[in-house]
Structures are given as structure tokens and as C-alpha cells.
Nanobody, 123 residues
């Protein structure tokens, strides 16, 4: 069983940077793949970035590649998403997710979810 809590969202201007954190409880987190998704009202939850349990492989959505960086520190049971050069289109609720297994691109692949944190990017 893993519980996830996101933090770090807020209101920023286009071009700014913002870092999100995902604090995990449960000793199994270190063996779970982790991902960040985002969702805007009326749309499906969208894959943003994922990282293997070892942290040796990452995947990114094309829309954030080169701007966002996913990272994890298993010794601290924590994951993060560094977001640079933010755009208004990045505005969404961001969710941390985890699954025992490899990184998947679909939301229903993941077993555990945080409550989400709002990121708003003004133009």
C-alpha cells in the first residue's frame, strides 16, 4: 500500500519555473514506477512524465520534453517534477501516481494516486 501527497503547485507567469513534490508513504515505494499526470476540466488525465523504480529510465510527453524533469529519491520516499519555461497550456491539476511495475502512459495503468495540486500559468 502506498499513499501519495503532492505539493508545490501555485500561480506563476509564462516562462517561470515551478517544482512539484510527491511524498510517498509505504516501504514499497522504492520498488514502484512513478509518474506525473495532469488534468484540465472536461478532459482526460494526461501523462506528463514517468520514471522507473530505479530511476534509470524516464519518459516524457512530447509537449513537455526538454522543459520538465522528473526525479526520485527512494531514500527519502520522494519524487519530484521540475517544470521550466512554463506555458499557459501547462495549466492543470497535477497528480502523482505509482504502480508496481514499469512506467505506463495510461492513467488506468497506475494503482495509487495523490490528491492533486493545481498549477496555473498566466500569460
Amino acid at each position: 500500500q502506498v499513499q501519495l501527497v503532492e505539493s508545490g503547485g501555485g500561480l506563476v507567469q509564462a516562462g517561470d519555473s515551478l517544482g512539484l513534490s510527491c511524498a510517498a508513504s509505504g516501504r514499497a515505494f522504492g520498488s514502484y514506477a512513478m509518474a506525473w499526470f495532469r488534468q484540465v476540466p472536461g478532459k482526460e488525465r494526461e501523462f506528463v512524465a514517468g520514471i522507473t523504480w530505479k530511476g534509470d529510465r524516464t519518459r516524457y510527453a512530447d509537449s513537455v520534453k526538454g522543459r520538465f524533469t522528473i526525479h526520485r529519491d527512494n531514500s527519502k520516499n520522494r519524487g519530484s517534477l521540475q517544470m521550466n519555461r512554463l506555458k499557459p497550456d501547462d495549466t492543470a491539476v497535477y497528480y502523482c501516481a505509482a504502480v508496481p511495475g514499469d512506467v505506463g502512459l495510461e492513467a488506468d495503468w497506475y494503482d495509487y494516486w495523490g490528491q492533486g495540486t493545481q498549477v496555473t500559468v498566466s500569460s
